[in-house]
């Protein structure tokens, strides 16, 4: 297994996704889990760096391949090109992160918890070679022997997320302090 920890969240757009991983890092920073999310931006428009006429936008116009600017207030990176996930999850593991949260990727299989929004999208189900769990926004008709929730049971699959979660990273924090 190793560090980090990885949980893909997967679902169709306007499934939960964002929901699903913005609760589970209040509670993951509660438990002082050091967590980052990489997120696939699925569409083909260009991303806004939101740094028109700054020094870093100059230096990715002029071609660098990768601008960074750090502060006491804080440190991003960016980038004209799309970063392979495998190379995303290496930076997080020099970064000492202990759990990564990884939003979409449909097609790149990790761990992964399924958002349904209804039984259209229980193909997701079909295609996955590492469900964890599978939450729906409706009742979907047969989901296999897989953990099931339903969206309005928020406290349900919470608990079972965090679980799986923080019992990985427990065993790989025992692990590095006996090495």
Not at 40 to 57: A, I, N, R, V, Y
Not at 100 to 117: A, F, T
Not at 134 to 147: D, G, M, T, Y
């Amino acid at each position: 297994m190793g560090f980090p920890v990885i949980l893909q969240v997967a679902g169709y757009q306007n499934s939960g996704k964002t929901t699903v991983i913005t609760k589970l890092l209040k509670q993951l920073s509660q438990q002082s889990i050091k967590t980052a999310v990489i997120k696939h931006h699925g569409h083909e428009d260009t991303l806004d760096f939101k740094d028109s006429g700054k020094d870093t936008e100059s230096h990715r116009n002029a071609g660098a391949f990768i601008t960074g600017i750090s502060s006491l207030g804080g440190t991003i990176f960016s980038m004209n090109h799309e970063m392979p996930l495998e190379k995303a999850i290496e930076i997080y593991k020099l970064l000492d992160i202990e759990c990564v949260l990884i939003e979409g990727y449909k097609k790149i299989q990790y761990p992964r918890v399924l958002l349904c929004r209804n039984q259209n999208d229980s193909d997701l189900i079909i295609k996955s070679s590492e469900p964890i769990a599978v939450i729906s926004e409706k009742q979907l008709k047969a989901v296999s022997s897989l953990p099931y929730f339903l969206r309005s049971e928020e406290n349900m699959w919470l608990e079972f997320l965090m679980e799986y979660i923080t019992s990985r990273v427990n065993e790989e924090r025992a692990y590095h302090e006996t090495v």
